[in-house]
């Protein structure tokens, strides 16, 4: 299965933050099987999270992680750019990241990340709005990737 990940960040974009979290996402989506065939980074706001998005799409990604753009910010558009794209979010799947996101950080209430399927047929692919901080991307990723088999059995 195809992956890309989505970098949003104007700090890591200007060189003001070390990317920590990208490294980590390649190594989880690789450790269920995926392979990655992007690794992008966008600044903040929708321009760039949408031509993302939509290279991956074009490229084949099934699972699509964008890491970041998900807070409360003027620029933080990550998941408004995301429901542009689904038909089908994951509500439950939001919520499992959620609780198990707010066992480590009382800030996990404060990403606002989407988790969705372009479609409903075989060519669906699933976008993941996973935090920007490391352990957002541990928690997020630990509660989807060991769905990922139940999400895309329907679609064989």
Do not use: W
């Not at 989506?29 to 966008?42: D, F, H, M, T």
């Not at 890491?67 to 499992?96: D, H, K, M, S, Y």
């Not at 959620?98 to 969705?116: N, Q, T, Y």
Request: overall charge neutral; proline content about 4%.
């Amino acid at each position: 299965m195809k992956a890309a990940v989505i970098v949003v960040s104007d700090r890591i974009i200007a060189g003001e933050r070390l990317d920590k979290s990208s490294p980590l996402a390649v190594s989880l989506l690789e450790s269920y099987g995926a392979k990655v065939i992007s690794v992008a980074r966008v600044p903040e706001g929708a321009e760039g999270v949408a031509q993302k998005l939509d290279e991956a799409l074009a490229q084949g990604a099934r699972v699509l992680v964008t890491i970041g753009g998900t807070g409360v910010g003027a620029r933080n558009l990550t998941p408004e750019v995301t429901r542009q794209r689904i038909t089908c979010e994951l509500t439950g799947v939001e919520q499992q990241v959620l609780i198990e996101g707010l066992k480590h950080s009382e800030k996990a209430g404060l990403s606002r990340g989407v988790i969705g399927l372009t479609s409903r047929d075989q060519d669906a692919a699933l976008i993941v709005n996973a935090p920007s901080s490391p352990s957002g991307v541990r928690d997020c990723l630990g509660v989807v990737l060991p769905l990922l088999e139940a999400v895309f059995e329907r679609f064989r």
